[in-house]
C-alpha cells in the first residue's frame, strides 16, 4: 500500500482529468506502491507509458503546424500544441 500517495488520490486525480477531457492513464499494480519494484510491473508500466505519449503525441502532431505545409514551421514547444489541442493551462 502507498503511504505517500494513496491509490483513492491517484484515481481522483485520473478522474478529474478525465472531466476536464484531458488525457489520462492510471496503472494499479496489487502489491505495489509509490514505484514498482516486480519486473513484470515495470515492463507493463513503460510499455503503457511508451503507448500513451505515442497516442498523445500523434495527436498533438496531426493538430499542429507541423502537418500543415503552407506555413514554415515554428520553434516546437510541447506546452503550446497541448495547449490547442487538450484544456491545459
Excluded: W
Excluded at 502507498?2 to 478529474?16: H, K, L, N, R, Y
Excluded at 492510471?26 to 513484470?40: C, I, P, Q, S, T
Excluded at 498533438?60 to 484544456?87: I, M, W
Aim: glycine share 6%; net charge positive; charged share 30%.
Amino acid at each position: 500500500e502507498d503511504e505517500g500517495v494513496p491509490p483513492g488520490q491517484s484515481e481522483a486525480m485520473a478522474t478529474a482529468l478525465r472531466a476536464r477531457r484531458s488525457p489520462a492513464a492510471l496503472l494499479l499494480f496489487d502489491g505495489e506502491g509509490h514505484g514498482f519494484r516486480r519486473a513484470e510491473n515495470i515492463v507493463a508500466a513503460l510499455e503503457a507509458e511508451l503507448s500513451f505519449f505515442a497516442r498523445i503525441l500523434r495527436r498533438v502532431f496531426r493538430k499542429s503546424h507541423y502537418s500543415r505545409t503552407d506555413k514554415a514551421p515554428r520553434q516546437f514547444s510541447l506546452r503550446r500544441e497541448l495547449q490547442g489541442c487538450y484544456n491545459f493551462e
